[in-house]
């Protein structure tokens, strides 16, 4: 079930902003990146390394073009699906950050 949620948040990244931008693997290194910052840093490390996040993989432009596409508040609650089930935030963190996105 994980497998599908990285698979379906990659395609759907990938798809909006037409380039293969990142992979299944980069996904699931920055999962592991977070669980470790997470746990040696806390909740507002994990916040800052997120934000950085999308710098890694995409330009000011097509960071833009995943915003304003149709599936962005379809991945984003996919994404938050996914630090749940993977143990880097709480069900209650999710559900602020839904507010937040």
Do not use: C
């Not at 000011?60 to 962005?72: I, V």
């Amino acid at each position: 079930m994980k497998e599908r949620y990285y698979r379906e948040i990659v395609d759907g990244i990938n798809q909006a902003v037409g380039r293969k931008a990142v992979t299944v693997d980069q996904l699931k290194r920055l999962v592991a990146e977070g669980r470790y910052v997470r746990q040696t840093q806390g909740m507002m490390a994990l916040w800052q390394f997120a934000q950085g996040i999308p710098h890694r993989f995409l330009t000011e432009e097509e960071t833009e073009l995943l915003r304003q596409s149709p599936r962005y508040h379809e991945l984003s609650h996919m994404t938050l699906k996914l630090l749940v089930k993977e143990g880097l935030i709480t069900s209650m963190e999710a559900r602020m950050l839904r507010r937040y996105l």
